[in-house]
């Protein structure tokens, strides 16, 4: 078996297929059904916010995947968001350090990677569960953000950053951008890169991939790192668009991108999943609330909003467990 054999094979493209149909088809049927109930829902201004909307949820989705493409997870996503945005605020801020652009943007960047880079050195070298150690990092995040922030919100950003976060570069807003831009690096990894395939590779059959060599360090250590750059970046483009930033910021964000990326057909056993699916889950899930208010479900859409997310994900993996049942009883046969 080579390391890339297992992801290859005719079956696993026809049910990534499945998936990525299946969800593409469920997009375009609650499109027409809301537009016909308001036609407003196909609205320009609401379809870019959609669109907007999608965009941090892509960019951290992005490195949510290879993190669990190797069978393991990072619930602390939403808690670094928190951070990374109190600690950018707090640099840049006319109010706070008024630091330039070029020191704290880049600081921002290093902060997220930094952790990222923690919790997969705690993983690695540790041995600790990935789902113990995001688990701790979740509450000490947040908990590390509401004391540097003091209990007061954060305003006086630079008005350019949020000029770029709101009305970016042609009335496309820089997070749509960035979004864009990460997706085809992702994509180029994945597909096109040595690293990417050992991804997979590992995710697949830890036992195969470390016969063949590879080792399990450097892969995990990279995933982390990425998906915490991946989340200071998403901080830098999308939270500018608020007036103020607080510290409940990225609150339950990790649950949206977890949901994504395993209801996009990402397995949580590691080494099987899409970045079309991925994106398709993350168009579908952020529609989810805007559909809700069109529908005009009132002050319970947040909670059927919850219930619907939680569906979806049980779903997902139970699906997920059935599909890998199947596989190893016809491998026996």
């Known amino acids: 078996m080579t390391p890339n054999s297992k992801t290859e094979t005719p079956a696993f493209a026809r049910i990534t297929t499945r998936r990525e149909f299946g969800l593409a088809v469920l997009i375009a049927l609650i499109t027409i059904f809301v537009s016909f109930f308001d036609p407003r829902f196909l609205d320009a201004i609401n379809l870019r916010d959609i669109i907007v909307r999608c965009a941090p949820t892509a960019i951290v989705a992005c490195g949510m995947m290879l993190v669990i493409v190797t069978a393991e997870i990072d619930i602390s996503v939403g808690s670094l968001m928190a951070l990374t945005a109190a600690a950018m605020g707090i640099m ?3 109010n706070e350090w008024n630091l330039s ?3 704290g943007l880049p600081a921002t960047l290093m902060l997220g990677t930094a952790v990222g880079l923690l919790t997969g050195l705690l993983v690695t070298v540790g041995k600790v569960p990935s789902i113990i150690v995001t688990l701790g990092l979740l509450t000490a995040l947040r908990g590390f953000t509401t ?3 003091g209990g007061k919100n954060i305003d ?3 008005p350019s950053l949020q000029h770029a976060a709101k009305q970016g570069f042609w009335g496309i807003p820089l997070s749509v951008w960035v979004a864009a831009c990460v997706l085809v690096m992702t994509l180029v990894i994945i597909a096109w890169t040595p690293l990417g395939r050992r991804i997979f590779a ?7 991939a470390t016969m063949c060599g590879l080792s399990e360090k450097p892969l995990k250590l990279f995933v982390f790192a ?4 991946l989340t200071a970046l998403a901080t830098i483009v999308d939270v500018p668009r608020l007036p103020t930033i607080e510290s409940g910021i990225g609150l339950e964000f ?3 991108v977890v949901t994504c990326v395993v209801v996009g057909g990402v397995s949580i056993n590691g080494g099987r999943g899409t970045l079309l699916g991925v994106l398709l889950a993350v ?3 952020t529609m989810i609330r805007p559909v809700l208010t069109y529908l005009e479900i009132g002050e319970e859409a947040e909670k059927w909003t919850k219930a619907i997310q939680g569906t979806l994900i049980a779903i997902a993996v139970i699906g997920d467990s059935l599909f890998r049942r199947r596989g190893r009883g016809e491998s026996r046969s």
């Open 92 to 94: 840049l801020s006319e």
């Open 101 to 103: 652009l070029w020191i």
């Open 147 to 149: 004391l540097i922030m």
């Open 156 to 158: 006086g950003l630079p």
């Open 202 to 208: 590992f995710g697949s059959s830890r036992y195969a």
């Open 226 to 229: 990425y998906t915490g750059f």
């Open 254 to 256: 990790e649950l949206l």
């Open 283 to 285: 168009v579908l899930m």
